[in-house]
């Protein structure tokens, strides 16, 4: 990220990147079954591109590795530690931006910007304007400052909470659809910021996305889930021809005015 | 609104609470914290009464303290401890004792001025006490003493009112004013005209002392005197046993006044006056004798002692003017 | 059995927010503000409807004391009765009851749609404990403004009684005897057992409806759910504290 040159001062690692490992995981609401084993790791500093249908588990995924949802069966592992404990989160600075925003609707548009480096203590009052104006900036918002969350719309919002994240200088990101409610060109933009940040920053990014062109153009290695498993794992290029008919239908759907797929269920 | 202001009212607020928390405590417990300062003095009693912790100590009635605690010694004694301005002095001679403000419980220990020469108390030393009764033992003296005063209330009534079988004094005398009222009238008229008829010089006496010429008519009509003599000397007598019954009391003066026989007499004895003066009016002379025999003057004197006596007598039996009036216009 | 279950796992988990809560103390003074904003909601803006509902409670009480103890004579004790109620019992209670009712409601509802809308998740993966900056500010507020709510709502409680003692007829009891009575049967013990009291139910209360807002699950109808819930509880909880309290301090 632009913003600063340095890590966040108050972390305890030294290593500026970190890797996750998700290890058999398998995750039950009740008796319904939304992840089912699943199993893969994304390297430091590698940009990890999550696709898959809707209520297909992305969501709930991104959930177990920031730890606010426990495995049902087996664990994630974020630098080594497990993602589940609290503690984890003191050593391992994440940010998620979450699919709905999660703005603190009390606060301003600023003081949702500010609240993580004034709790953190990361800079002085002046310092963190600069990094909160900076953000805003990049992300077109600086004329929202002082507005309330309620008063802005859905893009907005989601822009808000990618901005939140920024500022946060996290060393593992993650985004739920970042670009879902976005423009073609603010689209880009965010492409443009998460690619940077892997290159200034080496930080570990996690993507869920629909948009494939952003999975296609930033992505290390792309991964598609599938009714709660992991049907498909590999680089981007390789998708461009998937072997298995599911994910080619899914990124490549044919849009058949002749054969529509509603009518299909019905027969 | 801004933060500052939104701190100052916090503030303000809070400093409102520490202030009421302050004044309640200062009017609840007479305000012991910044005053906790002079000396202490034991205070033992037998018994503290409704003393209680807060309590004033007052000498002479002023403020000079107040009671810090209170507590039981031993078996036998229970202790007030108190916390005296430094600025007072109190006499080793000096004697506290539970005084009582409020017939509903306040009290405070006074304390009297002790002699001025005595040294003064120091801290923690024990001061003297003396007991005071409390209300409850006011109280029970009160009822007995109110148990005494019925008692000696209703004896009186009794006397006064009788016990319902015989009559009282004053119904006695209710009775016999009321019962002879008609006949009081009757008699009173009678005076009246007797009087009257004196005055003008109608009548014997009436001559008798407005004519000097009869005089000599008195003195000449000798037995006719003895008559006369005697006829006055029935009057007396018969005035003396209206006197006796009198003395003898028991409604007396009724029969005295009203009794039948008595009117009777009264009447008679009126009756023989006139005939006497109609016989001195005849007989010339005769008074000089009547005047010259002292023994009717005597008589007469006498009469009017026993008479004045009577009233007297009367007069004690107390204020009743009914008779006193009676018997005034009697005599 | 379900509900057993349920019951015992609110009231470990209201202790357990207690203890987090409690662990970040010394985070209070560089949340100053956020407890500034706390005193202010919870103590001054309930100060009103304590005011009055106090006064009212204190005439009511001085009515009928005088109706009863007229019978026997002993109307001239209207002050202590009035006085003693209002401090042991009815100022904390009545304070209680309204903080339960305004600002337990209120924490509740904040809190609970906070979690519904992924705000608490937002702050705990921001590493910003939500017993922290959300509870912590809240029962340190509760704990100061509390008492200052109570010996407000005994004192207006206490007029209250005072002017109606003064010009109800069948009472007619001039303030100097109504405060004469009341100081010679109260002490200061008496009015800071209720200031325990009013702040043993306030601090209950607000973690309470911290902990049953924080634990809210689903949607926005289970916010109105949590916001029904916490007042009840509170209500309960007041009553049931009353008599523990109550039994401990005498
Ligand atoms: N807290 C929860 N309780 C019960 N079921 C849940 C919960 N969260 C998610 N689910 C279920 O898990 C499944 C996966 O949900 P998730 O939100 O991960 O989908 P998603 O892949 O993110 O879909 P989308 O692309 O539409 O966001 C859904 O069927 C959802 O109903
Ligand atoms: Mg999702």
Redesign the interface.
């Known amino acids: 990220m632009a913003c600063s040159p340095t890590r966040n001062p108050f972390s305890h690692t030294e290593s500026p990147a970190v890797g996750v490992s998700i290890e058999h995981l398998s995750k039950k609401f009740g008796s319904m079954q939304v992840l089912k084993d699943i199993s893969f790791s994304v390297d430091p500093g590698e940009i990890f591109v999550l696709m898959g249908p809707s209520g297909s588990g992305k969501s709930v995924l991104l959930k177990h590795i920031v730890g606010l949802e426990q495995p049902t069966a087996g664990r994630v592992l974020v630098d080594g530690r497990d993602a589940s404990l609290e503690d984890t989160r003191e050593h391992v600075h994440m940010a998620l931006v979450f699919q709905a925003g999660a703005l603190f609707n009390s606060l301003s548009v600023y003081d949702n910007l500010a609240l993580y480096p004034r709790e953190h203590q990361v800079a002085d009052e002046a310092g963190i304007r600069e990094k909160v104006m900076r953000a805003l900036q990049i992300l077109s918002l600086e004329n929202a400052a002082q507005k309330s969350p309620s008063e802005l719309s859905g893009g907005m919002k989601k822009r808000v909470a990618i901005a939140r994240a920024l500022v946060m200088e996290p060393q593992l990101m993650l985004y739920d659809e970042p670009t879902s409610e976005l423009d073609p060109v603010m689209s880009a933009t965010i492409s443009e910021i998460i690619a940077t940040l892997k290159d200034e920053y080496h930080v570990t990014t996690i993507v869920v996305s629909h948009d494939r062109e952003l999975a296609l153009g930033i992505a290390d290695r792309v991964g598609i889930l599938m009714g709660g498993e992991l049907v498909s794992l590999g680089t981007p290029a390789e998708l461009k021809t998937p072997k298995d008919p599911r994910v080619a239908e899914f990124l490549y759907p044919k849009i058949d005015l002749k054969n529509p797929r509603f009518k299909k269920l019905e027969t | 609104m801004n933060?500052a202001q939104?701190?100052a009212?916090?503030g303000l607020?809070?400093l409102?609470?520490?202030a009421?928390?302050w004044v309640?405590?200062e009017?609840?417990?007479d305000g012991k914290v910044f005053k906790d300062r002079g000396y202490i003095l034991i205070a033992g009693f037998e018994s503290l009464k409704e003393l209680k912790?807060?309590d004033e100590v007052r000498m002479a009635g002023v403020k000079i303290g107040s009671v810090e605690q209170t507590r039981l010694a031993g078996s036998r004694r229970a202790e007030a401890v108190l916390r005296i301005d430094p600025k007072v002095e109190i006499r080793s001679d000096a004697t506290a004792s539970i005084v009582m403000a409020g017939l509903?419980?306040?009290n405070y220990i006074g304390i009297d001025l002790g002699t001025p020469t005595a040294a003064a108390l120091k801290d923690g030393s024990e001061i003297r006490t003396k007991v005071t009764p409390d209300i409850n033992a006011i109280m029970s003296e009160l009822g007995n003493l109110g148990q005494k005063l019925e008692g000696a209330l209703n004896s009186i009534t009794g006397a006064v009112n009788g016990d319902g079988k015989t009559p009282g004094l004053f119904q006695k005398i209710d009775k016999v004013v009321s019962d002879n009222s008609e006949k009081l009238t009757v008699t009173m008229t009678n005076l009246q005209d007797v009087t009257a008829k004196l005055n003008k010089g109608e009548g014997t006496l009436g001559r008798l002392i407005n004519d000097p010429k009869l005089h000599d008519e008195l003195v000449a009509t000798v037995t006719e005197i003895k008559t006369a003599a005697t006829d006055a000397r029935t009057f007396v007598t018969n005035a003396q046993a209206i006197i006796d019954q009198v003395k003898s009391g028991k409604g007396a003066l009724g029969a005295l006044v009203f009794d039948e026989k008595t009117g009777t007499d009264i009447k008679n004895t009126v009756a023989n006056l006139r005939a006497v003066s109609d016989k001195i009016s005849r007989g010339e002379g005769t008074f000089g004798k009547l005047l010259n025999d002292d023994t009717i003057y005597r008589d007469a004197q006498t009469l009017m002692k026993k008479a004045n006596t009577a009233i007297d007598g009367l007069g004690d039996s107390g204020p009743i003017t009914a008779l006193g009036v009676v018997a005034n216009s009697l005599f | 059995m379900n509900q057993i279950t349920a019951i015992l796992e609110g009231i470990g988990s209201t202790i357990q927010l207690l203890f987090r809560a409690a662990s970040y103390t010394p985070s209070l003074w560089r949340q100053r503000a956020r407890f500034i904003d706390q005193c202010y909601q919870i103590g001054y803006t309930t100060l009103p409807i304590v005011a009055i509902l106090s006064f009212f409670i204190g005439s009511v009480l001085a009515l009928q004391a005088g109706y009863s103890m007229s019978n026997f004579g002993a109307k001239q004790f209207i002050g202590s009765l009035v006085g003693l109620s209002m401090a042991r019992e009815l100022g904390p209670v009545m304070a209680a009851i309204l903080l339960a009712g305004r600002v337990g409601s209120a924490i509740a509802a904040e809190l609970a749609s906070m979690k519904v809308y992924q705000e608490v998740d937002a702050l705990v993966t921001m590493n910003i404990p939500p017993a922290k900056i959300l509870v912590l500010p809240r029962l340190a507020a509760v704990l100061v403004m509390m008492p200052v709510l109570a010996i407000i709502a005994d004192l207006v409680g206490w007029f209250g009684g005072a002017i109606i003692s003064k010009y109800t007829q069948s009472i007619a009891i001039e303030p100097e005897a109504y405060f004469s009575v009341l100081r010679r049967f109260m002490v200061f013990k008496d009015v800071l057992n209720g200031l325990i009291k009013a702040e043993v139910f306030g601090f209950a209360i607000v973690l309470v409806c911290c902990n049953i807002g924080l634990n809210t699950r689903g949607g926005p109808r289970e916010i109105g759910a949590s916001v029904t819930k916490a007042v009840v509880v509170s209500l309960i909880l007041i009553l049931v504290l009353d008599y523990f309290v109550t039994k401990a301090l005498m």
């Open positions: 933060n939104q701190t009212r916090v607020f809070f409102l609470g520490l009421l928390t309640t405590f009017t609840l417990s912790q807060g509903i419980g306040t």
